[in-house]
């Protein structure tokens, strides 16, 4: 829970963070862990959302899918970047001097939280079209009907599927903040 002591982007980036290391281990078990592990790529995005948080509106939506949007542009420009290449990119995983003590202070301890690490060990389990409803909609809060569209089921049936897959992660103590309002 935010102390209050922290910059304004920590305060909300300490929320956010149990799902974006979740977000990222589940984004690195596919072609992006070729470049670099889910810890690095946690440090990536806080770095371009530091970067880019003067522009975070809250008039315009919540933090968490801001964030998230910021995420899916850094991995996609990785990816891009490693496709130019033909080969593994060499990331500097902090990219520069200015990533905040604080902010990584949170991401540390979020990538040492065992209930965390046990709901990732779960979630490994799901079938991969579950593991993308949790990803898009859970983790990332897209509606209903973006999510169907990248999953490849009709709105109605991605809404349902989704519905059971949350009910039963929530059972899951670690599950319960993780998934947030969605």
């Known amino acids: ?3 209050g002591d922290e910059s304004p982007f920590a305060s909300h980036y300490e929320l956010a963070a149990p799902a974006l290391c979740a977000w990222a281990a589940l984004r690195c078990r596919g072609p992006l ?12 995005v806080a770095l371009e959302a530091m970067r880019a948080f003067e522009r ?16 899916t542009r850094v991995s996609a420009s990785l990816l891009r970047s490693s496709a130019r290449r033909h080969g593994i990119a060499a990331i500097d995983p902090l990219g520069s001097q200015d990533l905040r003590a604080e902010v990584t202070t ?20 799901l079938e991969p079209i579950e593991r993308d409803l949790l990803l898009y909609r859970g983790l990332a809060g897209l509606d209903h009907a973006e999510v169907a569209e990248l999953v490849g089921l009709g ?3 991605a809404t349902k599927r989704w519905l059971r897959l949350r009910g039963r992660l929530v059972e899951l103590p670690a599950a319960r903040d993780l998934l947030g309002e969605h």
């Open 1 to 3: 829970m935010p102390t």
């Open 33 to 44: 862990g070729t470049l670099l592990d889910a810890d690095d790529l946690v440090q990536e």
């Open 56 to 71: 975070f509106d809250p008039e315009h939506g919540s933090f968490r899918p801001w964030l998230f949007g910021v995420a």
């Open 106 to 125: 949170i991401s540390r301890r979020v990538r040492r939280d065992e209930a965390l690490t046990r709901l990732l060990e779960q979630v490994a389990k």
């Open 155 to 157: 709105t109605e049936a």
